[in-house]
């Protein structure tokens, strides 16, 4: 089973592991580019101050260059790198920075600039071009002015070694954000889920006594909202179903208990003395009806429970809900005459509903026969069927029963 709590935390470290992957990778990349373009830049420059150098005399080619004192191409770390050839391939200069390398000579083009490894410990960044010397203005026969090869490069060895200490120390200053990032991201999804801990508690709190209760959101984060609003419904369809279970169970034991009284005190009144057969048939005939009428009690029910249970599917059909109530009514009336009630019916007017025939039937049923159960004797029972816009009316009355004040 997955971790909220995990799943956060290593989504946040990774996530910010790559953050800082990413702008560790970007910030050298920016810092080379940076370097290299500014050393670029010097190369140019040292370049056309090299040209403008070499003219053509009548001597032959004059590298006026070799006149200052540039400590630059002398060997040692970060020195520059010269060399220089004839059109014809021969070389006119080596600097003494080359010692026993010699640079990569330019093909026909304009400049470009190149990186380059003179060996496995010498990385170099040159410059390549070719031009045509300046000639003399005193040579007068000058022939056309010759075109010069030229390689300019500078030793990378301080680059190198600067960039490889700016990797280091991204590294570094990485890896300690993403311990402190580790430890930031615990503490604030530990507080982030404190509340969902809440909530736990307050519904491991809750049982079939406790209902009633709610689950407070006025302090959890918005985003919690609505499934609080979902659980407190939730609970409240439980709190519900819970009464409607204890109403139900009182209402059948009430039925179950008057007509079982009934005949345990007719057979008790019976057994007390010798009577005659009569007196027993009567009896038996009276403890018969109360027993039909306990079984159509469990019956009722144990259709409920299987409707309730997924076992039933209702069947809607079309169905005249006057006729229906009619053909019930018959088998309800001669009990009602036995007690002497009168019972009004009006249901001579078609009324057209659609619904299940034998769970709305039994509904009907019982309804009727509550109203004949829980009147007094010589009594009224009025069943009435009204078409309404768009459902029918059944209503069920009866004229009570008058409560003993002893």
């Known amino acids: 089973m997955n971790s909220i709590r995990s799943t956060l935390r290593t989504g946040l470290v990774v996530a910010t592991l790559a953050v800082f992957l990413a702008a560790g990778v970007a910030t050298e990349r920016g810092v080379r580019q940076a370097l290299l373009d500014d050393l670029d830049q010097t190369l140019r420059e040292r370049a056309r101050w090299v040209t403008s150098t070499v003219e053509l005399t009548e001597e032959g080619l004059d590298l006026g260059f070799k006149e200052f004192a540039l400590h630059e ?5 970060g020195a520059s790198l010269l060399q220089l050839w004839h059109a014809d391939g021969t070389v006119l200069y080596r600097s003494p920075s080359l010692g026993k390398f010699d640079l990569v000579r330019p093909e026909a083009g304009a400049e470009y600039l190149v990186s380059e490894r003179l060996s ?17 203005p005193e040579y007068m026969d000058a022939p056309a002015a010759p075109v010069v090869s030229m390689t300019l490069g500078r030793d990378m060895a301080s680059v190198d070694a600067l960039l490889s200490r700016l990797r280091v120390l991204l590294a570094v200053v990485g890896l300690a954000a993403a311990l402190m990032m580790l430890l930031f ?3 604030v999804v530990r507080r982030s889920l404190r509340p969902l801990e809440q909530i736990a508690s307050e519904i491991s709190a809750l049982d079939t006594h406790g209902l009633s209760r709610r689950v407070e959101a006025a302090q959890i984060p918005l985003e919690l909202v609505p499934v609080v609003r979902r659980l407190n419904e939730l609970l409240e369809r439980l709190h519900a179903a819970f009464e409607r279970e204890r ?9 179950l208990r008057t007509p079982l009284a009934g005949i345990r005190t007719s057979m008790e009144v019976e057994l007390s003395q010798p009577r005659e057969a009569q007196s027993y048939r009567r009896t038996l005939g009276e403890s018969l009806s ?8 469990v019956e009722t029910l144990l259709q409920l429970a299987r ?10 059909e079309n169905l005249d809900l006057a006729e229906l109530t009619r053909s019930l009514m018959g088998a309800a009336e001669p009990r009602a005459t036995a007690r002497g009630l009168t019972v009004h019916t009006s249901l001579e007017q078609a009324t057209p509903v659609r619904a299940d025939r034998a769970l709305l039937a039994t509904a009907i049923r019982n309804i009727v026969d509550n109203a004949i159960s829980h009147a007094d004797d010589r009594g009224r029972v009025r069943v009435e069927v009204t078409p309404q816009a768009s459902h029918a009316r059944l209503q069920v009355s009866n004229s009570g029963a008058q409560m003993s004040t002893a």
Do not use: C
């Open 290 to 297: 109360l027993v039909l009428r306990m079984q159509g009690l």
């Open 247 to 255: 109403t139900f169970s009182a209402d059948v034991a009430h039925e």
């Open 73 to 77: 191409f002398e060997p040692g770390e």
């Open 185 to 187: 991201v615990r503490v």
């Open 307 to 316: 409707f309730d249970a997924g076992l039933i599917r209702a069947a809607p």
């Open 120 to 136: 496995k410990q010498r990385h170099t960044r040159t410059i390549r071009l070719r031009f045509i010397a300046r000639i003399d």
